[in-house]
């Protein structure tokens, strides 16, 4: 009897309720115990969403981040929020977001608040995890209250919990040391807190723990890998069989090391490593479990049953009970439910399955794994019907966008002169000082945006008022902009309800959902636009705005777009061509963008690529093949203007030390990164590398609510100017400041101006 289970399912609530329900207490609206209760309420509703499987994950649920969790779990905070008393949630936000609530207890710092943890990409997803820091001194103490309450709940509630956890040489994977000391060393300290981790679980009747170890479909060196054997090893004489869990990738040369831990079953992405499988079939021992991840828990497509049922029937013949079928990875990276969904195009909703839809294709195929496929005929009959008309429709296919990405030259992405010759051009148009001044493109999206937008979108605002509204939050931007003395301006992108989904919305081949909201990190939730055909751009999408905010100023105006790669990584993509082949047509597309603000006068272009990092294979000998055709698609986008047009592009909250090369390779005028969490650690990558063209390291950390000190941001760009020649310096903020307030940003900005002009005095 094959057997059905999860491994995590979307936290958020299908209406966003956690995210609602964490700001209320952040701003202080809220109780702590109207935030459990809420968190509590959740966790019973996605259970019985769950319903039917044989193992339900427990322990999924965060408050803010998993991987913080686990930190939490294992006693490993940092020194600066150790001596903090009150409520351990408090402290949990703390670590996430550099304070809790108004109100909350903070002993004596509830206004400075302390630096938040490092945060960065989960492998090659979207979600933000907090890092985990670690010294030479770490020391770790078991805290089982969260699991533990967890566990009680689903007792209560009936179901089969599966608990799931970080693995340990996952955990120290993913930490960094924040001195210079070995991470692996810290190993001795950290297993006999995981054993009683397990015996505490096995103390409550716990037969199966998921226990996740995705790191192992990357590369690891010889002492990556001897780390696990030593890890497992410890663990193996827990009272609970232990399910390691890998996904994302392919397993490759980690095979045998895999296949010859001591653990009870292993579970392997099927969907990234089908070719994994057979050889670990060999590999395993006769009593262990394989389970294989056949529904693809990274997007929205609907799977083809039939075809998996082909290759899967005869592996359930063959293994038995020991086969285990679920999604590939976590549901935590799509939305909740398709049937929320009331407007999204009736065709296209007909393609596509969200984390709801993906756990009832699970039980179709446990049962015709368990009963036949007679018994499923119509269920099937259904999806393979869906299947043929997504494939027949005439809305998919252009081929005059076909045509235009097959006559793509080297030329397309060159400009007409190097970095040092444009920079004399830019420099004699611009008139910038040393250490120009300017913001990533967003602003404060106030409840008045929030209210236009709804208005518009009902109907009750017609197109004009809606303009008005917008231009008249335009004017605020730049008159803010003005005070505060910045140098390169931007138009506050009042009339953008996110970075891609704005762009995807005007974009021929897209789709958009009311209710596809993906957490990205925290309360922060993203609704990615399906992208389903191919890509054209019918007309100009933000000339109109960008112009008209210029109008108002005689400062440089910055036209604000979202690059190509962040576009494509940032939306649910197409599954039936290359993901090189849907970028190459939004560069085409984007690239018209680019050419029409030129055209209008624009002379400073913005081109984001947030997501460029995240693109990247886990290994890194494939590498190459993605940077190629990333970078080409970004130089076709941006490199067709002149030599006075400044092109810029910013990249948040990536460690691009390795892949600076490529990012040179790029040829934008001026990059802004992220470096005020990291204290300007990324900037290590200069050290070594001449990097050419100008740089803004980021100096204001815009996803905590803290306020950077004049003193603090001379510090940061002090460091970066022994990098860097003080002639190629910007100061900006890490990111965008759309999620803050206009009482955090104005004295923020007005910090980061003040210490420019204390650098240019002292320069």
Not at 252 to 268: D, M, R, T, W, Y
Not at 287 to 296: E, F, H, M, R, T
Not at 533 to 551: C, F, H, K, L, N
Request: glycine content about 6%; aromatic content about 8%; overall charge negative.
């Amino acid at each position: 009897m094959t057997t059905i289970h999860n491994l995590g399912f979307p936290r958020i609530g299908a209406k966003r309720e956690l995210k609602f329900a964490l700001e209320s207490y952040w701003k202080g609206e809220s109780s702590r115990d109207e935030l459990k209760n809420l968190g509590a309420q959740l966790r019973q509703r996605h259970w019985d969403n769950q319903a039917g499987l044989d193992f339900v994950p427990v322990g999924d649920f965060a408050f803010y981040d998993q991987v913080l969790d686990m930190s939490f779990t294992l006693g490993n905070l940092p020194e600066r929020v150790r001596d903090f008393h009150g409520d351990t949630l408090d402290n949990y936000f703390r670590v996430a977001r550099g304070r809790s609530a108004q109100g909350a207890e903070d002993h004596g710092a509830c206004c400075a608040g302390v630096a938040a943890g490092e945060m960065t990409k989960w492998f090659d997803t979207n979600y933000h995890y907090i890092v985990p820091e670690f010294t030479a001194s770490t020391e770790f103490k078991l805290d089982t209250s969260r699991l533990l309450t967890q566990l009680a709940e689903a007792k209560a509630q009936g179901i089969k919990a599966k608990p799931v956890i970080v693995g340990p040489v996952t955990y120290l994977a993913l930490g960094k040391a924040k001195d210079d000391s070995d991470k692996l060393a810290l190993l001795p300290r950290l297993l006999p807190v995981y054993v009683q981790l397990l015996d505490a679980l096995a103390a409550q009747g716990i037969e199966w723990v998921q226990i996740d170890e995705p790191v192992l479909v990357t590369e690891l060196d010889a002492a990556w890998k001897n780390a696990f054997n030593t890890a497992y090893a410890a663990l193996k004489n827990s009272g609970v069989k232990l399910l390691l869990a890998t996904y994302f990738g392919e397993l490759l040369e980690n095979q045998k090391l895999a296949a010859s831990l001591p653990v009870a079953g292993l579970h392997i992405d099927a969907i990234n490593g089908r070719n994994d499988v057979l050889p670990l079939i060999e590999l395993l021992a006769a009593d262990k479990v394989l389970s294989l991840g056949v529904i693809n828990g990274r997007n929205i497509w609907k799977t083809d049953l039939s075809a998996v049922l082909d290759w899967l029937e005869p592996l359930a013949n063959r293994l038995g009970e020991r086969l285990w079928v679920a999604p590939s990875c976590s549901l935590l990276h799509v939305p909740v439910d398709l049937n929320s969904e009331q407007k999204l195009d009736g065709e296209i909703k007909s393609w596509l399955a969200y984390a709801q839809q993906k756990l009832d294709e699970l039980r179709l195929l446990g049962k015709a794994l368990r009963q036949g496929r007679d018994a499923v005929k119509a269920e099937l009959a259904a999806n393979q019907a869906a299947l043929a008309a997504r494939r027949a429709s005439p809305r998919v296919n252009d081929p005059a966008v076909q045509a235009a990405v097959a006559g793509i030259d080297s030329q397309l992405g060159r400009r007409a002169n190097v970095y040092q010759q444009r920079a004399v051009r830019q420099a004699a148009l611009l008139k910038l000082p040393a250490y120009p001044t300017t913001t990533i493109g967003s602003f404060p999206q106030t409840p008045e945006i929030r209210h236009a937008r709804s208005e518009f979108k009902a109907g009750r605002l017609d197109n004009a008022g809606y303009k008005t509204a917008m231009q008249a939050e335009i004017q605020r931007s730049v008159r803010e902009q003005e005070t505060l003395g910045l140098d390169v301006l931007v138009h506050g992108e009042a009339e953008r309800n996110d970075m891609v989904e704005y762009f995807g919305e005007q974009l021929q081949g897209y789709a958009f959902s009311q209710f596809g909201w993906v957490q990205s990190y925290g309360s922060r939730c993203v609704k990615p636009p399906i992208l389903f055909g191919d890509i054209s751009r019918p007309q100009a999408m933000t000339v109109e705005w960008i112009t008209y905010a210029q109008s108002l100023t005689a400062k440089p105006m910055k036209g604000m777009l979202t690059g190509p790669v962040t576009i494509l990584n940032w939306s649910f993509v197409r599954d039936d061509q290359p993901r090189s082949v849907s970028c190459k047509q939004l560069a085409l597309a984007i690239r018209d963008e680019v050419l029409d603000l030129e055209k209008a006068g624009v002379r400073i272009i913005q081109i984001d690529e947030a997501a460029l990092r995240e693109g990247l294979p886990l290994r890194k000998s494939q590498w190459k093949e993605y940077l190629d055709w990333a970078v080409e698609s970004f130089r076709i986008t941006a490199n067709g203007v002149g030599d006075e047009t400044q092109i810029h592009t910013h990249m948040c909250y990536s460690e691009f030390n390795d892949i600076i090369a490529s990012i040179a390779d790029m040829d934008a005028d001026v990059i802004t990164i992220e470096t005020s969490r990291s204290d300007m650690e990324l900037l290590d990558a200069f050290d070594n590398f001449n990097y050419p063209n100008e740089i803004g390291p980021g100096v204001y950390d815009i996803h905590s609510p803290n306020i950077p000190t004049q003193e603090h941001i001379v510090q940061l760009m002090k460091k970066a100017a022994e990098r860097i020649p003080v002639e190629r310096l910007w100061v900006n903020p890490d990111c965008g400041l759309k999620t803050r307030q206009w009482a955090e940003v104005l004295p923020a900005l007005g910090n980061m101006v003040a210490a420019a002009r204390t650098l240019r005095a002292a320069a």
